[in-house]
């Protein structure tokens, strides 16, 4: 979505055969900066969440009682911060504890995502 809204604001048609790379060049970019962004202020919240005793932490590590519905399963708010740390789910809750490690791990996120 990022690209598509890049291009909206350089008025580049779809139809136009420009690069993702042209067009970040010319908005002065050189890679997505939107969803990097995104991804480094949800670390930085589930950090607070863990450290915090509230509502929220108990709404997040709850668990609903009854069978699952048909279908693939929906993307979880705890998958996606599992994912986007690249590490295990017990290592990220221990980590999110501690204040200074967190704050590493969400400042380097986009150091070892690849360049779109």
């Known amino acids: 979505?990022?690209?598509?809204?890049?291009?909206?604001?350089q008025r580049i048609s779809?139809?136009?055969k420009v690069t993702n790379k042209k067009v970040l060049e010319s908005v002065?970019?050189?890679r997505p900066e939107l969803l990097l962004t995104i991804q480094r202020r949800k670390m930085k919240y589930y950090g607070h969440l863990r450290r915090h005793?509230?509502?929220q932490k108990r709404i997040l590590e709850g668990?609903?009682?009854?069978r699952r519905g048909r279908?693939?399963?929906?993307?979880?708010?705890?998958?996606?911060?599992?994912e986007t740390s690249q590490m295990k789910?017990?290592?990220v809750c221990e980590t999110a504890l501690d204040r200074r490690r967190w704050r590493?791990?969400?400042a380097h996120l986009g150091d070892r995502m690849a360049p779109s």
């Open 1 to 9: 979505m990022e690209m598509w809204i890049y291009r909206r604001m």
């Open 104 to 106: 590493t791990v969400a």
């Open 28 to 30: 002065g970019l050189q």
């Open 89 to 91: 789910m017990c290592e």
């Open 53 to 55: 005793d509230s509502i």
């Open 71 to 82: 279908g693939r399963r929906r993307q979880t708010w705890l998958g996606n911060i599992q």
């Open 14 to 16: 779809w139809k136009e």
């Open 63 to 66: 668990k609903i009682d009854g």
